[in-house]
């Protein structure tokens, strides 16, 4: 495989431990989603998602195939495909504010990670970054990026990496995204301009925060949080973060 080669600008040092990349991006309450979207969730079932999924402003007609069973209280519903509670703004106080403050902690997250400036890496491999080891850093694309092979995330547990994408992003049907060196998804913020498509098979690692909307064939699973400003479609899929 073929690691890219540069000096990584920002370096925080936290006791004797010395960590890579840039700050990391805050999700505050987003992240107490593994699926939140503003213009709804569906599933062909069956799915499975490991944690709370919410959508807000919609209502709860914009969750399709769970086969939702709502709380004594109104509050939130349950699902056998979710090891967790869903939520929607139709749902009974005080979920509606709750959601509320997710999802703009979510476009704020957004915000925040698409505008990092000063890239370590530009346009790297012209947006075809299958095979490569990508180490931590701030990486920008101006184009669309497709992983055909397997792609590896390198470094550690304290290491940080944010990809800007102007374009669409696609995961190859029975590929994956592998971490090494102890790297963690929670640290790895893919900010995406246009759709996200993880093809049949295939596997994914790290937060998504996606303009448009995510898409999880047929077989395929993310160790992430799927943060959408309209839509996730999962196709029995699994979501675990």
């Not at 060196?181 to 994914?204: D, E, P, Q």
């Not at 999880?216 to 799927?226: M, P, Q």
């Amino acid at each position: 495989m073929i690691a890219p080669i540069s000096i990584i600008s920002f370096l925080t040092t936290l006791g004797s431990v010395v960590a890579l990349g840039p700050a990391a991006v805050n999700l505050r309450t987003a992240a107490n989603f593994a699926i939140l979207a503003k213009a709804g969730v569906t599933t062909m079932p069956v799915s499975k998602i490991t944690g709370a999924v919410g959508v807000s402003p919609i209502g709860v007609q914009a969750i399709t195939g769970f086969s939702l069973a709502l709380a004594s209280n109104g509050e939130f519903a349950t699902s056998s495909q979710v090891v967790g509670d869903v939520f929607a703004a139709s749902f009974a106080a005080p979920t509606p504010a709750t959601l509320t403050v997710a999802v703009g902690d979510m476009g704020t997250a957004l915000t925040d990670a698409n505008g990092r400036a000063t890239p370590n890496f530009t346009n790297l491999a012209t947006g075809t970054i299958g095979g490569l080891v990508l180490t931590p850093g701030l990486y920008k694309w101006t184009t669309a990026v497709s992983i055909g092979n397997d792609v590896t995330i390198s470094g550690s547990a304290t290491d940080t990496w944010i990809f800007q994408i102007a374009g669409t992003l696609s995961l190859s049907a029975g590929k994956k995204v592998v971490l090494a060196g102890g790297a963690l998804t929670s640290n790895i913020v893919w900010v995406v301009g246009g759709a996200v498509t993880i093809a049949a098979g295939a596997h994914f690692e790290g937060v998504i925060l996606a303009t448009t909307s995510i898409t999880l064939e047929t077989g395929s699973s993310a160790n992430s949080r799927l943060l959408s400003q309209t839509s996730v479609a999962l196709q029995a899929a699994t979501v675990f973060n």
